[in-house]
């Protein structure tokens, strides 16, 4: 079931290692799942921010190095892995005051746009589905890309953020108590497709 969007992204910054690398750098990437993270916040009855994030996703990113604004995103999440480290409180955000997950299980954003600026920055334009609702949504981001420096393949580093309303996808349980707004984070490096690793790094434990 996993194909993951990313970031669902808008890119900030990016850099390459070297003219080389470049040439190199357009192609199919998907997420590493040793290096990837999508989480949301948000405020609890005004005393704290928890933290909630995902177990279980897949990223695909189809970069185009020379026009970074042809690129394309998507991201496939496994919404019954949703983990806030309470068994009793995942229990809940299963059930149907918030993701349904028995009816629901996926969750996926699929990029619509990229723009890039003067200033090098980009946003990523997307359809993200929840409970079988679309909405649109930017996501601002910072793309890093270079020769993975143990693995010895191009490798992209993607980190994003955007601000929500659950109520918009139908998971507005207890607002305003409990904030309607949530803030979501993905940090994701992701491995270029078909390019072997070098020997050495089979040997080596994940870094």
């Known amino acids: 079931m996993k194909r993951l969007l990313l970031a669902a992204a808008a890119i900030a910054a990016t850099t390459f290692a070297s003219a080389d690398d470049h040439a190199d750098m357009s192609g ?22 928890p933290t909630v994030g995902f177990n ?11 026009m970074p604004e042809n690129s394309e995103i998507t991201v496939d999440i496994d919404a019954t892995s949703i983990d806030s480290r309470v068994a009793k409180f995942n229990d ?10 028995a009816k629901y299980e996926e969750i996926s954003f699929t990029s619509t746009a990229i723009e890039k600026h003067d200033d090098g920055s ?26 993975h420096p143990m693995k010895g393949v191009p490798a992209i580093g993607v980190s994003a953020t955007a601000s929500l309303l659950r109520s918009d996808w139908d998971l507005g349980a207890y607002a305003p108590a409990v904030s309607d707004e949530v803030e979501l984070r993905i940090q994701v490096e992701m491995l270029k497709d078909g390019v072997r690793t070098d020997r050495s790094e089979s040997r080596q434990r994940p870094a």
């Open 92 to 101: 809940h955000l299963n059930s149907d005051d918030f993701f349904n997950t």
């Open 28 to 49: 199919s990437y998907t997420a590493d799942p040793t290096h990837a993270y999508i989480l949301f916040s948000y405020n609890h009855l005004g005393l704290s921010r």
């Open 56 to 66: 279980s996703f897949d990223v695909a990113l189809d970069y185009d190095a020379e």
């Open 122 to 147: 980009f946003k990523v334009m997307g359809d993200l589905t929840i409970k079988g609702i679309t909405k649109p949504v930017t996501l601002d981001a910072e793309i890093v890309t270079k020769q």
